[in-house]
């Protein structure tokens, strides 16, 4: 069946980085934008970003603008955000979903920390 | 940015009654290209990820119970539960995607 299992979130300080991964299976990754949507413990949706079916293009929401960076590898079937100079408001539970009918297919999400 | 604000922030309704909530955008969703509503509603349980109930505004997703219908056009939407069933608790949100995507605050529907 069609299914997105992220993975790579933790716990880190402050000001560093860290790189989520999101793989996809059941369905031809490379014929879909992706995006990453968070969600603060106990808040709503915020979406992210989002990138083209080919990569060729990548939008971002102001919050993550220049500090975060959306990217795939379809040869993979992988999904990525960069997120650097990580902030203690970033900690949420982050999750990827496939662009076609609003997101119609999303993965269990992986838990970002940030604290020192 | 689109603005997409929900009513009412929480509800409580009987077992077997309906639910109705509504969702406001700050701009058309309509595409009158295509005569289509970028709009869509989700459920979402505790512990779990979004899921799909609604997309383009009254087309229901596969697998959902036909007591999910939504309703609209423009700038104003409803999405309702005709027979409130113990599991339908969970939160339930309004996404918009004509302009990237953003959601409604969220709306959370228990029994009463």
């Known amino acids: 069946q069609e299914q997105l299992v992220e993975s790579g979130g933790g716990v880190v300080q402050p000001g560093r980085s860290l790189r989520l991964s999101c793989v996809a299976s059941?369905?031809?990754?490379?014929?879909?934008?992706m995006h990453w949507v968070r969600q603060a413990p106990g808040k709503g949706l915020e979406w992210l970003a989002l990138i083209w079916y080919n990569g060729s293009n990548e939008k971002y929401a102001d919050s993550v603008k220049g500090r975060f960076t959306i990217s795939r590898d379809n040869s993979k079937n992988t999904l990525y955000l960069q997120m650097n100079d990580l902030r203690v408001d970033d900690t949420a539970v982050y999750y990827c979903?496939?662009?076609?009918?609003?997101?119609?297919?999303w993965g269990q999400g992986t838990t970002v920390t940030v604290s020192s | 940015d689109i603005v997409m604000t929900q009513s009412p922030d929480s509800l409580a309704v009987s077992l077997g009654e309906r639910a109705t909530i509504n969702c406001k955008s700050s701009r058309s969703l309509l595409d009158s290209s295509n005569n289509k509503n970028y709009l869509g509603w989700y459920q979402q349980r505790p512990g779990h990820p979004p899921k799909l109930l609604i997309y383009?505004?009254?087309s229901r997703q596969s697998g959902v119970p036909d007591r999910f219908s939504g309703s609209g056009s423009g700038t104003d939407f409803t999405l309702t539960i005709s027979s409130l069933q113990a599991e339908d608790v969970a939160v339930y949100y309004c996404?918009?995607?004509?302009?990237?995507?953003?959601f409604g605050q969220g709306t959370r529907l228990e029994i009463k």
């Open positions: 059941g369905f031809s990754f490379s014929k879909y934008g």
């Open positions: 996404q918009q995607y004509s302009s990237t995507i953003t």
């Open positions: 979903a496939r662009d076609i009918k609003g997101t119609d297919v």
């Open positions: 383009w505004a009254s």
